[in-house]
T-cell receptor, first 111, second 117 residues
Framework: LAKTTQPISMDSYEGQEVNITCSHN???????ITWYQQFPSQGPRFIIQ???TKVTNEVASLFIPADRKSSTLSLPRVSLSDTAVYYC????????????FGKGTRLSVIA | GAVVSQHPSRVICKSGTSVKIECRSL??????MFWYRQFPKQSLMLMAT?????????EQGVEKDKFLINHASLTLSTLTVTSAHPEDSSFYIC?????????????FGEGSRLTVL
């Protein structure tokens, strides 16, 4: 299972763009990169998923370089409600392989 | 999106009793479900993989006789914490993948907070 490394914490002011980078040097060919958000006392919530290049949805963008050894989650114009822990996970479905969580990045948005 | 529901969301029990937590996929079938445990300020720790119709696969260090997992249907997995002790107090979260998915996206339940007195 590919291991991921993220910054432990980040601070940002409201309205700014936040970029959280995740390293996954041992990513396998059939692995996808998925980011989850977790608020206290809640289950993680899916944010975005990608395989290569760039993916964008209504809440975030995901940038993946050609070597796929890292990825960057971009949150545009964060608000106080974006304060949460963000997890980068790498994996795919080969015999029901589970996703293993790293330590995540605790984002604090300040007014 | 797909919905996974857990019940109960909170439970308090006395030491020595058993507690059952249910995890349901409400609008899709899940051949496989995963159970995680999360202590305060820590990440989710995978406990076991629950497979419909077969025995669960436990992670190293997780006692299978203490954390009984049953996955009797494609929409329901249960985790029973037997003879609970205060150190079992934690946030238990289940997740499921949509049957046939090849992207690895997991849908998580709301979590169940267990407090053992």
């Amino acid at each position: 299972l590919a291991k991921t490394t993220q910054p432990i914490s980040m601070d940002s002011y409201e309205g700014q763009e936040v970029n959280i980078t995740c390293s996954h040097n041992n990513i396998a060919t059939n692995d996808y990169i998925t980011w989850y958000q977790q608020f206290p006392s809640q289950g993680p919530r899916f944010i975005i998923q990608g395989y290569k290049t760039k993916v964008t949805n209504e809440v975030a963008s995901l940038f993946i370089p050609a070597d796929r050894k890292s990825s960057t989650l971009s949150l545009p114009r964060v608000s106080l409600s974006d304060t949460a822990v963000y997890y980068c996970l790498v994996g795919g479905w080969a015999g029901n392989t589970p996703l293993v969580f790293g330590k995540g990045t605790r984002l604090s948005v300040i007014a | 999106g797909a919905v996974v529901s857990q019940h109960p969301s909170r439970v308090i029990c006395k030491s020595g009793t058993s507690v059952k937590i249910e995890c349901r996929s409400l609008d899709f079938q899940a051949t496989t479900m995963f159970w995680y445990r999360q202590f305060p300020k820590q990440s989710l720790m995978l406990m076991a993989t629950s497979n419909e119709g077969s025995k669960a696969t436990y992670e190293q260090g997780v006692e299978k006789d203490k954390f009984l997992i049953n996955h009797a249907s494609l929409t329901l997995s249960t985790l029973t914490v037997t003879s609970a002790h205060p150190e079992d107090s934690s946030f238990y979260i289940c997740s499921a993948s949509r049957q046939g998915s090849n992207t690895g996206e997991l849908f998580f339940g709301e979590g169940s907070r267990l407090t053992v007195l």
